[in-house]
């Protein structure tokens, strides 16, 4: 804290003056008081000598007072001569009508003291002070000094960078061959480690994959089997579809042949009326119903049958191209079983085309037996007795609550649910047509 005040004190800018008046009013003012009191003179001397140099210490130790070199041996000159005067204006002061011009002479030799003190002191002071020539000139041939050691290093500094350049080009260049060299043998051995790291790991992959491949290998010849008697259940069905088909075409012809005869026996066939009226009409009626019922059943069982196969072709190409995306993945293994599911699409192609001719035939037979019994009622209705009109089908039959057969001898088809992939004759569903003929026909004849 007191450095600080001290700093702050000697950097303030009337701190030389200060000084200055100080030292010479104590000084005029000391000499003063000793001329009054008539003190030794030696001592009133020595005190004025005193203070300038301790003006001169002061000034030299706080750095000369932020003054100048000439401004210090000025006030040191003035100083002095102050002194001088306070001295000869006392001793005038104190001379009187009783004084001798001796004590004034003395008075003035001791004055002229401090003024010779204050000369010499400004003289010392200002020959001690270095020349500003001499300190231009000095501090030029220094620079050029230091200029010249300056660019000597720098030369020195530019040899060495040189060498030091070189040198490393020359370490850079042996040490990069000697990298690419070290670089070269560790990516081999890092490439033989990685070799047998990647052989060590195949093995597992690899048996892993001998065993997925012997897995899938029976998982194919499995689909493949399954496939096969898919294959094998679609084609007998599609023969027995055939079969029926045939059938069915051979029991319609003969229905047809058998219908035409019994047209021409009832044309030529006198019934009496009451025999129309109470006997063969409900016979007829009752025989249409059958018809219709039969033709009903028929188309209901081609119907569950196509939509059988439907299912039945849905899961197939389901199954098909389930497996078709799986044998993709696998690649080499998915030959056989994809021919297989291609084979088995075509055959559930060729049976519903089956199903469809079926359904056709079916169709046609019920217009056949519909347009049978509409002949069969055309030529039984006499003609003084009123019945129905002969253009009325065994549809307006069918319009009538079903029941059982009341006809005797006839069998009607009772359509059962069948397992999805098992494929039933229809021999047992469809009834015997050639029967049926020979009974009606037997019926007639009584």
Same mark, same amino acid.
């Given at each position: 804290?007191?450095?600080?005040?001290?700093?702050?004190?000697?950097?303030?800018?009337?701190?030389?003056?200060?000084?200055?008046?100080?030292?010479?009013?104590?000084?005029?003012?000391?000499?003063?008081? /000793?001329?009054?009191?008539?003190?030794d003179p030696i001592l009133s001397m020595s005190v004025p000598i005193l203070l300038m140099l301790s003006y001169l210490a002061l000034s030299t130790i706080t750095g000369k007072l932020r003054l100048h070199d000439e401004q210090t041996g000025d006030n040191l000159y003035y100083m002095g001569f102050l002194y001088t005067l306070s001295s000869l204006g006392m001793a005038l002061y104190q001379f009187g009508s009783d004084a001798s011009t001796d004590a004034v002479v003395k008075n003035f030799g001791i004055a002229i003291t401090s003024t010779i003190a204050g000369i010499a002191l400004r003289i010392l002071y200002n020959q001690m002070r270095r020349d500003p020539?001499?300190?231009?000139?000095?501090?030029?041939?220094?620079?050029?000094? %230091?200029?010249?050691?300056?660019?000597?290093?720098? !030369?020195?500094?530019?040899?060495?960078?040189?060498?030091?350049?070189?040198?490393?080009?020359?370490?850079?260049?042996?040490?990069?061959?000697? $990298?690419?060299?070290?670089?070269?043998?560790?990516?081999?051995?890092?490439?033989?480690?990685?070799?047998?790291? &990647?052989? +060590?790991?195949?093995?597992?992959?690899? !048996?892993?994959?001998?065993?997925?491949?012997?897995?899938?290998?029976?998982?194919?010849?499995?689909? +493949?089997?399954?496939?096969?008697?898919?294959?094998?259940?679609?084609?007998?069905?599609?023969?027995?579809?055939?079969?029926?088909?045939?059938?069915?075409?051979?029991?319609?012809?003969?229905?047809?042949?058998?219908?035409?005869?019994?047209?021409?026996?009832? +044309?030529?066939?006198?019934?009496?009326?009451?025999?129309?009226?109470?006997?063969?009409?409900?016979?007829?009626?009752?025989?249409?119903?059958?018809?219709?019922?039969?033709?009903?059943?028929?188309?209901?069982?081609?119907?569950?049958?196509? /939509?059988? %196969?439907?299912?039945?072709?849905? $899961?197939?190409?389901?199954?098909?191209?389930?497996?078709?995306?799986?044998?993709?993945?696998?690649?080499?293994? /998915?030959?056989?079983?994809?021919?297989?599911?291609?084979?088995?699409?075509?055959?559930?192609?060729?049976?519903?085309?089956?199903?469809?001719?079926? &359904?056709?035939?079916?169709?046609?037979?019920?217009?056949?037996?519909? +347009?049978?019994?509409?002949?069969?009622?055309?030529? %039984?209705? =006499?003609? #003084?007795?009123?019945?129905? =009109?002969? #253009?009325?089908?065994?549809?307006?039959?069918? /319009?009538?609550?079903?029941?059982?057969?009341?006809? =005797?001898?006839?069998?009607?088809?009772?359509?059962?649910?069948?397992?999805?992939?098992?494929?039933?004759?229809?021999?047992?569903?469809?009834?015997?047509? =050639?029967?049926?003929?020979?009974? $009606?026909?037997?019926?007639?004849?009584?």
């Open positions: 804290m007191r450095t600080k005040k001290h700093q702050g004190l000697l950097s303030h800018p009337y701190f030389p003056m200060w000084v200055f008046a100080v030292f010479t009013i104590g000084g005029c003012f000391f000499i003063a008081v /000793s001329k009054w009191f008539r003190v020539a001499d300190i231009e000139r000095s501090a030029r041939h220094e620079l050029a000094d %230091m200029t010249r050691r300056v660019r000597a290093e720098m !030369e020195n500094v530019t040899r060495e960078f040189s060498d030091f350049r070189r040198v490393s080009n020359q370490m850079l260049e042996e040490g990069f061959d000697e $990298i690419a060299k070290q670089a070269e043998r560790n990516g081999e051995h890092i490439r033989t480690i990685l070799d047998k790291l &990647a052989m +060590e790991a195949i093995k597992p992959i690899q !048996e892993a994959a001998g065993k997925l491949g012997g897995a899938m290998q029976s998982n194919f010849d499995q689909i +493949e089997g399954q496939f096969t008697a898919i294959a094998k259940r679609v084609e007998t069905g599609g023969d027995l579809l055939e079969k029926a088909n045939s059938s069915m075409s051979t029991s319609v012809a003969r229905l047809g042949t058998q219908a035409d005869v019994v047209a021409a026996k009832l +044309e030529r066939v006198v019934v009496p009326e009451e025999v129309l009226k109470n006997d063969l009409a409900p016979m007829v009626k009752a025989l249409g119903n059958a018809v219709a019922q039969y033709a009903v059943k028929t188309e209901t069982a081609s119907v569950e049958q196509q /939509s059988r %196969m439907a299912e039945i072709g849905n $899961i197939l190409q389901g199954v098909a191209n389930t497996t078709a995306k799986a044998l993709h993945v696998v690649g080499e293994h /998915s030959e056989r079983a994809a021919a297989a599911a291609e084979k088995t699409a075509e055959a559930v192609n060729s049976q519903q085309q089956l199903i469809e001719v079926l &359904a056709r035939v079916v169709q046609k037979q019920s217009q056949d037996t519909n +347009e049978l019994v509409a002949k069969l009622l055309a030529g %039984m209705q =006499p003609k #003084t007795y009123e019945t129905r =009109p002969a #253009t009325q089908t065994a549809a307006a039959f069918a /319009s009538t609550t079903p029941g059982p057969s009341i006809v =005797p001898g006839v069998a009607l088809p009772r359509p059962a649910p069948e397992p999805v992939a098992v494929f039933q004759p229809l021999d047992g569903v469809l009834p015997p047509a =050639p029967a049926e003929a020979s009974r $009606i026909k037997g019926w007639f004849s009584r």
